[in-house]
């Protein structure tokens, strides 16, 4: 029985599982590495992000044999003139929205304040589940709609915080880019035979599944971004870059992600123009139903393989495990965790078929 894969599968899982409460247990020794961790963590994943970017672009100099270290600094003067190019052409207005969008809390929470004191006058029209629904979470309401200008200056204040640790993204992107290569070969060294070729090809497909992943979702997300942002200006609403640039971040987040943009959207519409609010839903879902049926499986293709039910079932669970972190790296943790446990299953396959083909044959 021990050489069932089933078996081996179920006792590394628990060998896995007690070795996370360990840890868990004895998590003050390793105190000083979580601080490293949670240091390096941010930048390391944008670096991360940005090396499965710009990599295309690295392959196609080195094809056209340029060496390695002239392709690196071609991508990043590259990378730079992006930026510059970024920062002239819209980051004056996107600061003069950010800042109108500060000064201009205290009237949005006031008119979010309107809007829940209307939704508690109208209770009584509505069926009786709503009416105590909406007497259990009228305290929250409140709360939530004084918080809204706190939450607005501390995101932006978080925001400015997390550009001191970009820093560090150019240091990890210049050696994803340079040493690249060796990560697979260092890992499969340490085996042997055919497991040593499984190994490499298991690296390959968590290669192609996070490069697949990351490519198209950013191509995605700039797409959905550019569609919100003419819909918001054809409307006329108020912080439409804003709102645009947050409705592109909240898409990485499948399913899910697209309903929290179109949230403050709304809010802010209703208190322009109460009017408004149904056009940004209209815009939202015109955006969506374009990323998802002519978009998405154009870009992204079926590489991940992955159903919706899935989707949305694992995000809520990594939501509840690890935050905001746990959404937005809940998809592709998973995508690379099924990949490897595909090619699991195949190994195991193989095996069985070639042992079962030597008793065959004997």
Known sequence: ??????????????????????????????????????????????????????????????????????????????????????????????????????????????????????????????????????????????????????????MVQSFLRGLFLLVLVPFFLVYLLKDHEKFAPFIASFFRGERKTWIRKTLRDIDITLKSYIQGQL???????????????????????????????????????????????????????????IYVAIIMLIAQQIESNLISPNVMGRVLHIHPLTIITVILAAGNIAGLWGVILSIPTYAVIKTIVKNVYARGSEIKEAATATVEDE
Do not use: C, H
């Open 1 to 154: 029985m021990a050489k069932k894969l089933w078996f081996q599968l179920g006792v590394g899982i628990i060998l896995a599982l007690i070795i996370v409460r360990m840890f868990i247990e004895v998590k003050g020794i390793f105190s000083p590495l979580v601080i490293i961790g949670q240091t390096i963590f941010l930048p390391l994943l944008l670096g991360g992000i940005l090396f499965y970017l710009t990599r295309p672009a690295l392959v196609f100099l080195e094809s056209r044999k340029w060496p390695r270290w002239t392709s690196i600094l071609a991508i990043f003067i590259a990378i730079t003139f992006a930026l510059w190019l970024f920062v002239a052409l819209i980051g004056p207005a996107l600061t003069k929205q950010v800042n109108a969008l500060v000064n201009d809390a205290p009237e949005l929470v006031i008119g979010l304040e309107n809007i829940a004191d209307y939704i508690i006058d109208q209770k009584s029209r509505l069926p009786l589940f709503i009416e105590e629904s909406i007497d259990g979470q009228s305290a929250n309401i409140n709360e939530t709609a004084q918080g809204f200008g706190t939450w607005v200056i501390e």
């Open 219 to 277: 191509l995605v997300s700039i797409a959905v971004g550019v569609m919100l942002l003419i819909g918001y200006l054809i409307v006329g609403l108020e912080y439409a870059l804003i709102l645009a640039v947050f409705g592109m971040l909240m898409n990485v987040i499948p399913f899910i992600g697209p309903f929290i943009s179109v949230i403050p959207a709304i809010i802010i519409g209703y208190i322009q123009e109460p009017q408004l609010a």
